[in-house]
């Protein structure tokens, strides 16, 4: 069971189940006139096929091994909590770029010129969803 491919085979189709089945609590309507619970029903089903396509995958190729780092789930777990903590007292922009910062250092390389870049990509994103969409994000 230390096949890398099965392992994340099986976690996508579960995490399509979660939230597939979490789905069906809202209305799905028709595909011509769709409900609220009919886009994250058929998400977590094209989800649940990629993740049956990677089980399938993993019987036919070589197993690669599985293991685990635990400083790198560490450092992403920092950077989340601490994006978590920024956003709410202070603002979302230090919240992001702390996130990327503190993330990247679980990767192969680091770079500032890289993490700055996909800070401003991610702000951006940021803004375009309290500008045009209305969402409520603390950004200033």
Do not use: D, W
Request: proline share 4%.
């Amino acid at each position: 069971m230390n096949n890398l491919n099965l392992v994340r085979g099986l976690f996508l189709m579960a995490i399509a189940l979660i939230f597939g089945l979490t789905s069906l609590k809202y209305k799905l309507g028709e595909f011509s006139r769709a409900g609220p619970g009919m886009f994250p029903l058929v998400v977590s089903c094209l989800l649940f096929l990629i993740g049956l396509a990677t089980v399938v995958r993993s019987r036919f190729v070589k197993p690669v091994p599985l293991n685990y780092n635990m400083r790198n789930i560490a450092l992403v777990l920092i950077g989340l909590c601490g994006f978590a903590v920024l956003s709410a007292h202070l603002n979302m922009i230090a919240g992001i770029v702390f996130l990327v910062f503190c993330s990247s250092f679980a990767g192969a390389s680091y770079s500032v010129v890289r993490n700055l870049k996909i800070s401003a990509v991610l702000i951006g994103i940021a803004l375009v969803f309290q500008r045009f969409l209305g969402l409520n994000l603390p950004l200033f």
